[in-house]
């Protein structure tokens, strides 16, 4: 895997274009004041130790060397191997109702809300534990697999919405089946795993209880989170309240005693939301009080640095661009590879070849 450490300071690769454009305009304001003085071939002769090839392969150098030094600053880095690494800890799968129940505003805005807050505040709270998540309706969906990233999983837990699901309805048993099956094989010990309901009990598809039975001879507790009120609320979807088939307002309900039968059957413990807290809080505090289990973890190394080599490359460049003269060396001069000599003139912006002067004043003479 392949990285920039702090990416904001490949921004400073946009200085090297404006450096080109000042290079040029420098270039051609030196030609104009030049010009002022005579042809630019004649000048060129009376200054023969002027080298414009010189500079414009310091200012090479120079544009290169910041390109580098700027690619150093964004410190590029390669990851170098997996490596597995041991925790203790839990595995917690979140099973989440999202059916068209929980817009139901006995909950402040309504129970969907509030539960998606309280599923952050709870991440907030995990240290080495692992979480899923998993939402459900008429069908479930894993929407979040075994992971310990908690910053991925409040995005996922953000996200959460009756849209995810195609199928309507409450099918607590099945979303308890899929949250059974997106246990990761990184442990065998069923004891560190868990699964905590979050529903408000109406269960209309299927036998929960069978489920949790079989969780219960998996040693797998099931931790649940009644939400709602037993007076119940209206559904409002865009505006409108749901009627049933008579015209009657629906009204949701919660369903407390399956809620409590299903952590009963499996050890574990049944809390009712207020609208002061949800009660994840009271659950994760029996949770940290399970006996925990190792759990691995395969992860990158720390990632190798790859900057020296371009500091070292910018650090050359930065040298051969101070110690190169923008004049021709002198000591040099003397290796001339031609064998004669043009003299230039200018007149009237033509130029053209001198004749020997001495010839010509032999000619006045005679």
């Known amino acids: 895997m392949f990285r920039f450490a702090h990416p904001q300071y490949l921004w400073l690769l946009a200085a090297v274009p404006a450096f080109v454009v000042l290079f040029w305009l420098a ?14 071939a004649t000048l060129r002769e009376l200054m023969p130790e002027v080298s414009s090839g010189r500079i414009a392969l310091k200012f090479i150098l120079f544009c290169t060397a910041f390109a580098l030094l700027a690619l150093a600053a964004a410190r590029p880095q390669f990851g170098s191997k997996l490596r597995e690494e041991k925790t203790q800890g839990i595995e917690m799968m979140l099973a989440v109702d999202v059916s068209n129940s929980m817009l139901a505003e006995d909950f402040e805005p309504n129970r969907l809300e509030r539960t998606k807050y309280a599923i952050g505040k709870l991440f907030d709270g995990l240290r080495q534990d692992r979480v899923g998540l998993v939402i459900f309706a008429g069908e479930p969906k894993v929407q979040l697999p075994i992971t ?76 649940t989170v009644g939400i709602g009120t037993p007076e119940g609320a209206p559904i409002r979807i865009g505006g409108d309240f749901i009627k049933d088939e008579k015209g009657d307002m629906v009204v949701s309900k919660l369903n407390e005693k399956m809620l409590a039968e299903i952590a009963d059957l499996t050890g574990g413990v ?47 460049l930065l040298l051969l661009e101070f110690f190169l003269l923008d004049r021709r060396n002198p000591l040099l001069a003397r290796f001339n590879i031609f064998n004669e000599k043009l003299r230039i003139i200018c007149d009237s912006g033509n130029t053209a070849a001198l004749k020997n002067p001495l010839a010509e004043n032999d000619a006045d003479e005679k």
């Open 148 to 223: 310990s990233d908690y910053r991925m999983a409040r995005a996922f837990a953000r996200r959460i919405d009756p849209s995810l699901v195609t199928v309507q309805g409450t099918a607590v048993g099945k979303a308890l089946e899929q949250s059974l099956l997106a246990f990761s094989g990184n442990t065998e010990e069923a004891r560190s795993r868990v699964i905590v309901l979050i529903t408000d009990g109406e269960n209309h598809d299927d036998d929960a209880l069978a489920v949790a039975r079989r969780a219960a001879e998996m040693g797998v507790r099931i931790y």
């Open 270 to 316: 049944y809390v009712r939301s207020t609208k002061q807290s949800i009660g994840l809080d009271e659950i994760v505090r029996s949770i940290n009080e399970m006996e925990q289990s190792e759990l691995s973890t395969v992860r990158f190394e720390e990632y190798d640095e790859q900057y020296r080599g371009l500091l070292a490359a910018a650090l050359v």
């Open 27 to 40: 270039a051609r304001s030196r030609r104009r004041r030049l010009a002022r003085f005579g042809c630019e």
